[in-house]
Nanobody, 117 residues
Framework: QVQLVESGGGLAQPGGSLRLSCAAS????????MGWYRQAPGKQRELVAV???????NYADSVKGRFTISRDNAKNAVDLQMNSLKFEDTAVYYC???????????WGQGTQVTVSS
């Protein structure tokens, strides 16, 4: 069973930056897709960014140009660099992976990101 552990959340000011990291318990080289989702209070969980096995990425419109997802197969980790943070980026951020197109999704425990002045 793959396990995901997120780190790097915290408090940032508007316009600031944070970097989230998600460490997997096994080799991610062959994982079908890895990504980041977020859930703000009172809202549904939403996709932030995903990266597939080939390195192709997809971003939510709200974070395009500000966030960058990257995958380090050597470290078995996927990171999310968040720049130009806005108040509305405040949420719990979850790491997610599907080992294959047919396997169930695996979630991390989440890390809180708060953007406040």
């Amino acid at each position: 069973q793959v396990q995901l552990v997120e780190s790097g959340g915290g408090l940032a000011q508007p316009g600031g930056s944070l970097r989230l990291s998600c460490a997997a318990s096994g080799s991610i080289f062959s994982f079908y897709v890895m990504g980041w989702y977020r859930q703000a209070p009172g809202k549904q969980r939403e996709l932030v960014a995903v990266i597939n096995q080939g390195g192709s990425t997809n971003y939510a419109d709200s974070v395009k140009g500000r966030f960058t997802i990257s995958r380090d197969n050597a470290k078995n980790a996927v990171d999310l660099q968040m720049n130009s943070l806005k108040f509305e980026d405040t949420a719990v951020y979850y790491c997610n992976t599907k080992i294959s197109p047919f396997s169930p999704a695996v979630w991390g425990q989440g890390t809180q990101v708060t953007v406040s002045s």
